[in-house]
């Protein structure tokens, strides 16, 4: 079947640090992969997604690249910064199935 | 920018009561979602909607679970017979297309006493 395998957390940095997430996926075919971004107290926000091998998505300082031949998507950001303090999660969503299935979450605290 | 609303926020129950989780996508779209998040786990899809009726259901989606779209706004989910064990954040999600990433509600978390 199809699932998501996501670093586990918490993670907590200082500002200006380094961040990567770890995501690594199984799938039939080639999915499209999401990252998703939960702000304390909201909801689901997609953060940046990539639908087919090689694509790059980003948005907001953080990148991911979807590699097939690992078949990860991980997240990195170069310098974070408070605001950056929230769940992250990844997802996929098959080509044959358009449901997204998620991985566990990653919550991420930046401190000033 | 248009979003996807969710009412209540929070909802409280007793055990046995039926309860209705509303949602109002983004106008123009057409496709239709629910997912669950227990405390501390994953988020887990829950059932599609599209052209009024479901296109996909995963097995958490039995008989005590149903969805409707009453009118041209509003996309419910109704639970006949709440357990203890449906206690969860629920997030309703919309696209305009299938190429389209799904949009999410802040959620409703309910709570089954």
């Known amino acids: 079947g199809n699932s998501v395998t996501q670093m586990e957390g918490p993670v907590t940095l200082s500002e200006e640090a380094f961040l990567t997430i770890n995501c690594t996926y199984t799938?039939?075919?080639?999915?499209?992969l999401f990252w998703y971004v939960q702000y304390p107290g909201e909801g689901l926000q997609l953060l940046l997604k990539?639908?087919?091998?090689?694509d790059k998505g980003s948005n907001k300082g953080f990148e991911a690249t979807y590699r097939k031949e690992t078949t990860s998507f991980h997240l990195e950001k170069g310098s974070v910064q408070v605001s950056d303090s929230a769940v992250y999660f990844c997802?996929?969503?098959?080509?044959?199935?358009?449901?997204?299935?998620f991985g566990a979450g990653t919550t991420v605290t930046v401190r000033a | 920018e248009p979003e996807v609303t969710q009412t209540p926020s929070h909802q409280v129950t007793q055990m046995g009561q039926e309860v209705i989780l509303r949602c109002v996508p983004i106008?123009?779209?057409?496709?239709f979602y629910w997912y669950r998040q227990i405390l501390g786990q994953k988020v887990e899809f829950l059932v599609s909607?599209?052209?009024?009726?479901?296109?996909?259901k995963s097995e958490i989606f039995d008989d005590q679970f149903s969805v409707e779209r009453p009118d041209g706004s509003n996309f419910t989910l109704k639970i006949r017979s709440t357990k203890l064990e449906d206690s969860a954040m629920y997030f309703c999600?919309?696209?305009?297309?299938?190429?389209?990433?799904?949009?999410f509600g802040d959620g409703t978390r309910l709570s089954i006493l």
């Open positions: 999600a919309s696209r305009g297309d299938l190429n389209q990433p799904q949009h």
């Open positions: 799938a039939t075919g080639y999915p499209s």
């Open positions: 990539a639908t087919k091998a090689d």
């Open positions: 997802a996929l969503s098959p080509p044959n199935d358009y449901k997204l299935s």
């Open positions: 106008s123009n779209h057409l496709y």
């Open positions: 909607f599209y052209n009024n009726e479901i296109s996909e």
